[in-house]
């Protein structure tokens, strides 16, 4: 889920298909003309909610991040980063994006990473859900 707001502060979420790039980047895409899109020019900074809406009551993990967004290069890389997500039938092409498409690659930059604990949790004892903000593990550099 996508947390937008407007110049004015109206907020708007959205459920947007996504790829993971590493622990600190995220893409998808979408028309530049869509609300979420239009907010992210007058505001970038974004919430971003990871979760299997599949999981029981009770069950669900989650990680929500604070993030920067904005347009991304549109370049092969960020294209094999979705399509590894897509069904063959599915697959973005070229063409599919602008100028020549109706759609935009976009981006956000991970500022803040938390995740869900779940209330009665006897590691925190917590009563009620809450997120603990957490530090990804740095990318290995050899």
Known sequence: MLATADDDGRPWA????????????????????????????????????VFDSHAP?????????????????????ELDLLNARLPDHQRLGPDDLEPAGPLRVYQAVVTRHFVLVRGGDARFENVTDAR??????ARDSG
């Open 14 to 49: 959205t459920p947007v298909f996504y790829a993971p790039d590493g622990e600190r980047r995220v893409v998808w895409v979408s028309t530049p003309d869509s609300r979420h899109s239009r907010n992210i020019a007058a505001r970038p900074e974004v919430a971003i909610t």
């Open 57 to 77: 009551v009770g069950g669900a993990e989650a990680v929500y991040l604070e993030a920067t967004a904005g347009p991304g290069a549109g370049d092969d890389a």
């Open 132 to 137: 603990l903000a957490v530090t990804p593990p």
